[in-house]
């Protein structure tokens, strides 16, 4: 029994730390996130050169063949400072390319994306803003051996600089009909539009799709239910964002703490009374709750654990009901300072909004915990 | 990360499944006064009453490890529990073991470990609650014998109790209120000595007050020495630190409120078809769930050889609230019959479920209360200033 981490992932979160540190403090992360594109490419070429970007993918395609609980520890270290960038798009669409592509495929798309020169991400959400199968209306039609799509799909993280779109269709009248594409930006008829979203270090978009024509070399075929390979890029992605949550959520309970040892009222620092000690002794509670939901459950993920899913779904359903407290708390023990542009508590509010949708919300969880057996 | 158990673990684990899978009867069995009577022989011979206590006191020699392993596989199989002696087992005898002498390690460990009678715990007092330090009990020594007068209370079931270990102040002019306490471990049947029950908002009885006049014992009676009672108590108190029989205790209550969500109607539904009891039902699970994996983690910090320290107030807070909540939604699910008490022929399960939402205050306030969890959690963990 470890429910600890080994050397090896100490060491690479003391690395990333350091890297992070020097070159995405939150002031940094305030410049990059209103910048037009959003992220520091350079940043992000530099994250790959170091193996952060391909870190799962196998070594053959230019990853580093490491298992996603090494992951998880980088994930909580670009959650602690907000860090903006489309690792967590990219990781998905990578998988998704890594499990249910062909060899052909992980070798045409793989290298390009584990070295940072293409970004990639999961398009799936639609005007129905529904994850289930029947939330999915984008219909293929085929025309010869090819599919034609047309259409829209929204909330896409990262669709404005992404280059791979992983998309989502609807293959045939059957709720089981489930196609998966991977759509180039260079493709006629692939355009995106930016959303202006909430959480700046978190962009958005809407991919449209205008009489996109998609080969046979450009479709994934996952073995058995296509529904069940989407379904597990939703639990990887609920996994991920849960992962990014813990370090945003210290972060969060970090600045407002040292907030609470500074600022004095009546005569003494605030964070001597109890209406303010509580609240953050509250969130402490709660962020170590669901950071032993969620390690456990990358674990489960890697050693394909029956319970994994379930796992995950219990860590996302309480970092997406308590998270987003954590941020209207953080920025109430500020009082007026936190409603300023100009203090960071705000940022970590807002990715409390950006992650409680993302990948299913709490509500989505409870019923996903009880179709696997929870209830 | 590993979850799995190495292969003398799993031996280890096997040898307890199939003491199980021989001694344990079926569940109505297990309640009848022989099958206890029994039990509690075999287990003590196991010597896994006791368990993490080293041999040469009787105990066990268990590893962490393997204690887990011995509660997780009695708490699944919901079989009773090691020993009888509960405060015995949980604290005096930990305290005995590291702060007694050889005599009283001779007179008292093997009689905690065979449950010969129950021990209760003198340490509230009515203005000494959450600030137990400042406890003021007298006691004075007049050459062999030291003279107690005071009060205590909340002090549970006392009045079945052969023994207390008692924390009284030997020493007033003290600069660290925390100094001048001193440990004894006092007969109630001393003179002068009077055990008073408090009727708890339950209707029952559980604790007591107990009344200190000239009540003399002789010095043999100290535990550890004279100023040395805080930590004497503090460092015994730190004693259980996975909350593995927490979490499997509140399991196995909700698992019973599932039922009882299944089975109740209201308006023509189902009550676990209620959404708002459902997500209520499901967030509950997942913190009990958190608690396990909590548990896990302090625990593989105690395998490092890593200090435990205040984190372990996190579960506590948890098991807290999730006492309150489920006597609430108990209370939710039942409906107007969640008021009846036990003895109406329309209370839902003879009025258990009303019981124990009115019985959380034992846990909740017993152990330090969750105001207290907060101030050691926001204090030493995230270095806030002292109130």
Same mark, same amino acid.
């Given at each position: 029994?470890?429910?600890?981490?080994t050397?090896?992932q100490?060491?690479?979160?003391?690395?990333?730390?350091k890297?992070?540190?020097?070159?995405a403090?939150?002031?940094?992360v305030?410049?990059?996130c209103?910048?037009?594109?959003g992220f520091?490419?350079?940043?992000?070429?530099?994250?790959?050169?170091?193996?952060f970007?391909?870190?799962?993918l196998?070594?053959?395609?230019?990853?580093a063949g490491?298992?996603?609980?090494?992951?998880?520890?980088?994930l909580?270290?670009?959650?602690?400072?907000l860090?903006?960038?489309?690792?967590?798009?990219?990781?998905?669409?990578s998988?998704a390319?890594?499990?249910?592509?062909?060899?052909?495929?992980?070798?045409?798309?793989?290298?390009?994306?584990?070295?940072?020169?293409?970004i990639?991400t999961l398009?799936?959400?639609?005007?129905?803003?529904?994850?289930a199968?029947?939330?999915l209306?984008?219909?293929?039609?085929?025309?010869?051996?090819?599919?034609?799509?047309t259409?829209?799909?929204?909330?896409?993280?990262d669709?404005?600089?992404?280059?791979?779109f992983?998309v989502?269709?609807?293959s045939?009248?059957e709720p089981?009909d489930?196609?998966?594409?991977?759509l180039?930006r260079?493709?006629a008829?692939?355009?995106?539009?930016?959303?202006?979203?909430?959480d700046?270090?978190k962009?958005l978009?809407?991919?449209?799709?205008?009489?996109v024509r998609?080969?046979?070399?450009?479709?994934?075929?996952p073995?058995?239910?296509a529904?069940?390979?989407?379904q597990?890029?939703?639990d990887?992605?609920?996994?991920l964002?849960t992962a990014?949550?813990?370090?945003?959520?210290?972060?969060?309970?970090?600045i407002?703490t040292?907030?609470?040892?500074?600022?004095?009222q009546?005569?003494?620092?605030?964070g001597?009374?109890?209406g303010?000690?509580?609240?953050?002794?509250?969130?402490?509670?709660?962020?170590?709750s669901?950071k032993?939901?969620v390690?456990?459950?990358?674990?489960a993920l890697d050693?394909?654990e029956?319970g994994?899913a379930?796992?995950?779904?219990?860590?996302k359903?309480?970092?997406s009901?308590?998270?987003?407290?954590?941020g209207?708390?953080g920025?109430?023990?500020?009082?007026?300072?936190?409603?300023?542009?100009?203090?960071?508590?705000?940022?970590?509010?807002?990715?409390g909004?950006?992650?409680r949708?993302?990948?299913?919300?709490?509500?989505?969880?409870?019923?996903r915990?009880a179709e696997?057996?929870?209830? | 990360?590993d979850?799995?158990l190495?292969?003398?673990?799993?031996?280890?684990r096997?040898?307890?499944?199939?003491?199980?899978q021989?001694n344990l009867?079926?569940?109505?069995?297990?309640k009848?006064?022989?099958f206890?009577?029994?039990?509690?022989?075999?287990v003590?011979?196991?010597?896994w009453?006791g368990?993490?206590?080293p041999?040469?006191v009787?105990?066990?020699?268990?590893s962490?490890?393997?204690q887990?392993?011995?509660?997780?596989?009695?708490?699944?199989q919901?079989?009773?529990?090691?020993?009888?002696c509960?405060?015995g087992?949980?604290?005096?005898?930990?305290?005995?073991?590291?702060?007694g002498?050889?005599?009283?390690?001779?007179?008292?460990i093997p009689?905690i470990?065979?449950?010969?009678y129950?021990?209760?715990?003198g340490?509230?007092e009515p203005?000494?609650?959450?600030?137990l330090?400042?406890l $003021?009990?007298?006691?004075v020594? =007049?050459?062999?014998?030291y003279?107690?007068? &005071?009060? @205590?209370?909340w002090t549970s %079931?006392?009045m079945?109790?052969?023994m207390?270990?008692?924390?009284?102040r030997?020493?007033?002019?003290?600069?660290?209120?925390?100094?001048?306490i001193t440990?004894l471990?006092?007969p109630?049947d001393?003179?002068g000595?009077e055990v008073?029950?408090?009727?708890?908002?339950?209707?029952?009885?559980?604790?007591?007050?107990i009344?200190?006049?000239?009540?003399r014992?002789p010095?043999?009676?100290?535990?550890g020495?004279e100023?040395?009672g805080?930590?004497?108590?503090?460092?015994?108190?730190a004693?259980e630190r996975?909350s593995?029989?927490?979490?499997?205790?509140?399991r196995? $209550?909700?698992?019973?409120?599932? =039922?009882?969500?299944r089975?109740?109607?209201? &308006?023509? @539904?189902?009550?676990?078809? %209620?959404?708002?009891?459902?997500?209520?039902?499901?967030?509950?699970d997942?913190?009990?769930?958190s608690?396990?994996?909590?548990g896990?983690?302090?625990?593989?910090?105690?395998?490092?050889g890593?200090p435990?320290?205040?984190e372990?107030?996190?579960?506590?807070?948890?098991?807290?609230?999730?006492?309150v909540?489920?006597?609430?939604?108990?209370?939710?699910?039942t409906?107007?019959?969640?008021?009846?008490m036990?003895?109406?022929?329309?209370a839902p399960?003879?009025?258990?479920w009303?019981?124990y939402a009115?019985g959380?205050?034992?846990?909740?306030?017993?152990?330090?209360?969750?105001?207290?969890?907060?101030?050691i959690?926001?204090?030493?963990?995230l270095?806030?200033p @002292?109130?």
């Open positions: 029994m470890n429910f600890g981490f050397d090896e100490e060491l690479l979160r003391a690395e990333v730390r890297f992070l540190d020097q070159n403090s939150i002031e940094e305030r410049s990059q209103e910048s037009d594109e520091d490419r350079k940043l992000w070429l530099q994250m790959a050169e170091l193996g970007v391909g870190l799962t196998p070594e053959q395609h230019g990853g490491l298992d996603l609980v090494t992951l998880l520890v980088l909580e270290e670009t959650g602690r400072t860090l903006p960038s489309p690792l967590i798009s990219t990781v998905i669409a998988q390319i890594q499990r249910f592509g062909n060899d052909e495929q992980r070798a045409r798309w793989l290298p390009g994306l584990a070295d940072g020169s293409r990639g398009a799936l959400l639609e005007q129905s803003d529904d994850l199968p029947g939330g209306c984008l219909q293929g039609k085929t025309d010869g051996d090819e599919t034609i799509l259409g829209r799909k929204l909330f896409v993280p669709a404005g600089k992404a280059d791979l992983v989502a269709f609807r045939g009248s089981g489930v196609g998966l594409a991977v180039e260079s493709m008829g692939v355009s995106t539009l930016d959303a202006a979203a909430m700046l270090t962009r978009g809407s991919l449209e799709l205008d009489d998609v080969g046979p070399a450009d479709l994934l075929r073995e058995g239910s529904w069940s390979a989407v597990s890029l939703i990887l992605g609920a996994a964002v990014e949550t813990v370090g945003a959520a210290e972060g969060a309970l970090a407002t040292a907030f609470a040892k500074e600022r004095e009546f005569g003494s620092k605030i001597r009374y109890q303010v000690k509580h609240p953050l002794a509250e969130m402490y509670v709660d962020i170590e669901y032993s939901l390690y456990y459950a990358f674990w050693e394909g029956e994994a379930l796992a995950v779904s219990k860590a359903a309480y970092a009901e308590t998270f987003p407290m954590a209207i708390n920025v109430q023990l500020h009082g007026g300072v936190g409603y300023t542009w100009e203090y960071d508590i705000q940022l970590y509010l807002k990715r909004k950006w992650m949708p993302m990948y299913g919300d709490a509500d989505y969880h409870y019923d915990i696997l057996g929870g209830l | 990360m979850f799995h190495s292969p003398q673990e799993e031996e280890f096997d040898e307890v499944r199939a003491f199980l021989e009867p079926g569940e109505e069995e297990r009848s006064a022989d206890l009577a029994q039990w509690t022989t075999k003590r011979e196991k010597r009453v368990f993490s206590w041999k040469d009787g105990g066990g020699g268990g962490v490890m393997e887990v392993i011995l509660k997780e596989e009695m708490a699944r919901k079989a009773p529990g090691l020993g009888t509960f405060m087992l949980a604290w005096v005898g930990p305290s005995i073991i590291q702060y002498n050889e005599e009283q390690k001779q007179k008292y009689e470990l065979d449950g010969a129950q021990w209760c715990t340490y509230s203005d000494s609650g959450s600030d330090a400042s $003021k009990c007298k006691c020594r =007049e050459g062999d014998e003279v107690i007068n &005071g009060q @205590k209370i %079931i006392a079945w109790s052969k207390m270990i008692l924390l009284v030997t020493e007033t002019a003290v600069e660290a209120k925390h100094d001048g440990c471990l006092v109630m001393a003179e000595l008073r029950p408090i009727r708890n908002m339950g209707g029952g009885s559980m604790f007591a007050e009344f200190f006049t000239d009540v014992v010095v043999e009676s100290r535990l020495d100023g040395q805080w930590q004497v108590t503090v460092s015994a108190l004693n996975s593995i029989a927490e979490v499997y205790g509140l196995r $209550k909700m698992e019973e409120l599932k =039922e009882l969500a089975e109740t109607v209201r &308006g023509g @539904k189902r009550a676990v078809e %209620i959404p708002s009891i459902r997500r209520r039902l499901q967030r509950a997942i913190r009990i769930e608690m396990r994996l909590n896990q983690r302090f625990l593989t910090k105690q395998l490092r890593e435990l320290g205040s372990t107030s996190i579960n506590k807070l948890h098991r807290a609230a999730l006492e909540e489920m006597g609430e939604l108990a209370m939710e699910i409906g107007s019959a969640s008021t009846l036990r003895g109406s022929a329309d399960e003879n009025g258990r009303a019981d009115l959380w205050p034992e846990v909740v306030i017993g152990g330090g209360t969750p105001n207290i969890q907060k101030n959690i926001a204090e030493r963990i270095g806030l @002292k109130d």
